[in-house]
Nanobody
């Protein structure tokens, strides 16, 4: 059974940092692209970042709204995806989900975690 469990969310002041984790199980983690998606209160889903299985810089991409502030990484030995978030803004407030895609370079998700809440507020 595929499982994705996010953690690391919480309340942080503007300008602060948080690191989200996504622990995966039930599939061969190192063979699939994994992404972060968020949903702000009252809004739709927004893609944040993706870690694909390919060499070179193209293995990580980011939404313009988080580029330069967020960094996605993965530990294939620990089956875990991370999202390091820095210089957080109130508009980053959202539930953050990790999602498994259908292949190493895919962008469409087939499994989702339950989400972790991030609140950026003073």
């Amino acid at each position: 059974e595929v499982q994705l469990v996010e953690s690391g969310g919480g309340l942080v002041q503007p300008g602060g940092s948080l690191r989200l984790s996504c622990a995966a199980s039930g599939f061969t983690f190192s063979r699939y692209a994994i992404m972060w998606v968020r949903q702000a209160p009252g809004k739709g889903l927004e893609w944040v970042s993706i870690s694909k299985i390919r060499s070179g810089d193209g293995s990580r991409t980011y939404a313009d709204s988080v580029k330069g502030r967020f960094f996605i990484s993965r530990d294939n030995a620990q089956n875990t995806l991370y999202l390091q978030m820095s210089s957080l803004k109130p508009e980053d407030t959202a539930v953050y989900y990790c999602a498994k895609t259908r292949c190493a370079g895919c962008h469409n998700a087939d499994y989702w975690g339950q989400g972790t809440q991030v609140i950026v507020s003073s």
